[in-house]
């Protein structure tokens, strides 16, 4: 089965770019001012979804 | 399109570099994402008075509050003041962060500077693997930026150094993660910045009551990434105006989230390439207060940028003469820094009250993370022994 994947909310992130600072495979990125997560580049090591200061940043699938 | 130098990032470090090197006679162009320069605001916007010194500002228009000092709050609320009693003491103001940046932009611009906003840097242009620029693109159309220096003012999440190659990546432990309310109709006429430490109010952090009026404060909160949980930060602050009456009857005008590295420095140059401010890691790791860090840095770097683009010379041997200059003071300062941020870390709360209960009638000297650091080891000999690879970095 496949590794669960991070996901970026558009309507809760405030662009701190925390999870970019930390995302150890370079696969965060800002569109149109907000996080994206790079599926293909995710490994699932979670670090984004634990640093985010607000909760924008979750298991895809999961509300 | 082809200038001497190309600013990625228009906040203080990338506005200061910017202005001193066109001051020397560069050409500069800054690139700016977002289409207003200082907006939105990521910061809990103290400052030290320190700033006069650096003669970087005219006017008073981004201040808001000039303080009397700092008070620290232990877990069971000992205070210890840092106050302006003592003659020639500096404090610190509370600022409009981007009143701030706009000055500072406003004064590079004076110098010569160009600025483009909604205008994002997508990658560097090389040329054999030679730096030439960077690729740009505004309004969907994407374009090259000629220039023989790039300079990576971008912030926390600087790109421009991992496409050089630049490791930047942050471990959780280097990270500050926080949230921040400007409250307003609120109590806060002390004439202090607030800090509370302890687990209960922030893990591997603290929370801040900076009043940027009588009635209105920003109230924001930073814990350390290691220690984080999913929109912890955000929970941990409401939780604490919750249990302050006098914040808890005040409205939000403002909510914003922040991220501050708090690790050492980090190599900031390559052939034609530097970095300066955040994406340097140039912050107080003890505070996350980088304002002063960034314009310091921002003067050296502009300067070197200056003498590289009067000679000629853009590889990393030249440029790196920038570091060397920050070398002695404000790196000797920053790696003592988090040298001691990494002890206080290791510290449980009833001995953050035990040293806190031994300060709170100390005259500090100045009002700065090294008076207080002074002061302890001063007070508890004991604790030099954990001190002790401090006091190394800062004989270096």
């Known amino acids: 089965m496949e590794k669960p994947k991070a996901i970026a909310d558009r309507e809760t992130c405030l662009a701190c770019g925390g999870c970019i600072s930390v995302c150890p495979q370079d696969a965060i990125t800002m569109q149109s001012s907000k996080a994206s997560v790079d599926r293909d580049g995710c490994i699932s090591c979670a670090i984004c979804i634990k640093i985010c200061p607000v909760g924008a940043i979750k298991w895809e699938g999961c509300q | ?396």
Not at chain 2, 204 to 216: A, E, L, N
Not at chain 2, 258 to 281: K, Q, S, W, Y
Request: charged share 30%; aromatic share 8%.
């Open chain 2, 1 to 396: 399109m082809k200038y001497d130098v190309v600013v990625v990032g228009s906040g203080p470090a990338g506005s200061i570099t910017a202005r001193f090197a066109a001051k020397s006679g560069a050409k500069v162009l800054i690139i700016e994402r977002r289409q207003v320069v200082g907006e939105p605001v990521l910061c809990g916007e103290g400052i030290s008075k320190k700033v006069d010194d650096f003669k970087v500002l005219e006017g008073k228009r981004w201040i808001a509050n000039n303080m009397d000092g700092a008070r620290i709050f232990s877990p069971d609320g000992t205070v210890v003041k840092l106050t302006a009693e003592l003659a020639g003491s500096e404090t610190g103001y509370v600022v409009y962060r981007n009143i701030f940046d706009q000055e500072l932009a406003r004064e590079a611009i004076k110098a010569g500077v160009k600025l483009m906003l909604n205008t994002c840097a997508v990658d560097l242009i090389r040329d054999k693997g030679k730096i030439k620029g960077v690729k740009a693109k505004q309004f969907g159309d994407e374009f090259d930026i000629e220039a023989d220096i790039v300079v990576g003012a971008d912030g926390v999440e600087s790109r421009v150094g991992k496409w050089a190659g630049i490791n930047t990546t942050l471990k959780p432990h280097d990270l500050e993660t926080c949230v921040q309310y400007t409250l307003t109709n609120i109590e806060c006429d002390s004439g202090y910045c607030d800090f509370y430490i302890g687990k209960n109010y922030s893990p591997g952090g603290y929370v801040w009551v900076f009043p940027k009026g009588k009635d209105v404060a920003n109230v924001g909160i930073g814990v350390l990434g290691s220690l984080s949980e999913s929109g912890k930060a955000h929970e941990l602050l409401d939780r604490f105006i919750n249990a302050h009456p006098e914040l808890k009857k005040g409205e939000p005008i403002r909510f914003l989230a922040g991220a501050v590295p708090v690790g050492e420095p980090i190599e900031a140059t390559r052939d034609n390439l530097l970095l300066v401010g955040d994406a340097a890691r140039q912050v107080d790791p003890i505070t996350g207060g980088g304002l002063m860090a960034s314009i310091e840095a921002g003067k050296a770097a502009g300067e070197t940028i200056g003498k590289a683009v009067k000679e000629q010379r853009f590889d990393k041997g030249f440029l790196s003469s920038y570091e060397k200059k920050l070398e002695p003071e404000l790196y000797r300062k920053l790696k003592r820094n988090y040298v001691v941020k990494e002890i206080l870390l290791g510290f449980e709360d009833k001995t953050l009250n035990m040293l806190a209960d031994s300060l709170k009638d100390y005259k500090f000297d100045e009002i700065s993370t090294f008076s207080l650091v002074k002061a302890l080891v001063k007070k508890h000999p004991s604790l030099l022994i954990k001190l002790k690879p401090l006091m190394k970095v800062s004989r270096m």
